[in-house]
């Protein structure tokens, strides 16, 4: 069991940045595969990044070369950072987390989500 809390959404103007965090409970945490997850009004909750426990990463399309998924094992600490920020990337952005080193699969664990805004 692992659970899961988001800091650092806000408003920021387009091309802006903002940092992500997600702070994990539980002694296995380097385990766990994480996600970072976001959904906008009206829209499916979409896989943005992920990173398995050896450090492996996954970026959707879009973010390619703006967003960056990183980890910190002994703090049980997941990062998102977001660079160049655009208005489409508005959404709730969830932490998640599942056992195992498949990153692009179902999570298990969520988080209670945080707002990201990007304003034009």
């Known amino acids: 069991q692992v659970q899961l809390v988001e800091s650092g959404g806000g408003l920021v103007q387009a091309g802006g940045s903002l940092r992500l965090d997600c702070a994990a409970s539980?002694?296995?945490?380097?385990?766990?595969?994480m996600g970072w997850f976001r959904q906008a009004p009206g829209k499916e909750r979409t896989l943005v990044a992920a990173i398995s426990n050896g450090g492996r990463t996954y970026y959707l399309d879009s973010v390619k070369g703006r967003f960056t998924i990183s980890r910190d094992n002994a703090k049980n600490m997941m990062y998102l950072q977001m660079n160049t920020l655009k208005p489409e990337d508005t959404a709730v952005y969830y932490c998640?987390?599942?056992?195992?080193?498949?990153?692009?699969?179902?999570?298990?664990?969520w988080g209670q989500g945080t707002q990201v805004t990007v304003s034009s």
């Open positions: 539980g002694r296995t945490f380097s385990t766990y595969a």
């Open positions: 998640a987390a599942r056992f195992g080193t498949a990153i692009v699969a179902s999570y298990n664990y």
